[in-house]
């Protein structure tokens, strides 16, 4: 488990290097596994989508349902996957 999470990290580190003009924005889904395991690979790929020119936002989604998938639960991955996209469904991305 990573000391702090890609969402702690994220509140409390983004707005240092978030881009002035941005070319876009976009919307990264932080899944279980990445905001406690692979913290790193998180915020080096919001480090590149910055450097980049992108304005990466973070949404407070459900789980993702990896897990449910893994064990063979795909009643339960699929009400999860129906859930975040109902989140995500009504998401504006502006410019």
Same mark, same amino acid.
């Given at each position: 488990?990573?000391?702090?999470?890609?969402?702690?990290?994220?509140?409390? &580190?983004?707005?240092?290097?978030?881009? $002035?003009?941005?070319?876009?924005?976009?919307?990264?889904?932080? *899944?279980?596994?990445?905001? !406690?395991?692979?913290?790193?690979?998180?915020?080096?790929?919001?480090?590149?989508?910055?450097?980049?020119?992108? &304005?990466?936002?973070?949404?407070?989604? $459900?789980?993702?349902?990896?897990?449910?998938?893994?064990?063979? *639960?795909?009643?339960?991955? !699929?009400?999860?996957?129906?859930?975040?996209?109902?989140?995500?469904?009504?998401?504006?991305?502006?410019?």
């Amino acid at each position: 488990l990573s000391k702090s999470s890609l969402t702690n990290w994220y509140k409390t &580190h983004y707005y240092d290097i978030k881009p $002035l003009n941005p070319i876009k924005s976009i919307v990264l889904f932080n *899944d279980e596994f990445t905001n !406690r395991l692979d913290t790193t690979l998180g915020i080096k790929a919001i480090q590149l989508l910055t450097r980049l020119g992108y &304005h990466v936002r973070m949404m407070d989604n $459900l789980e993702s349902g990896r897990a449910a998938l893994s064990k063979g *639960d795909l009643k339960h991955a !699929r009400a999860v996957a129906e859930q975040n996209i109902q989140l995500f469904h009504n998401i504006t991305v502006r410019r």
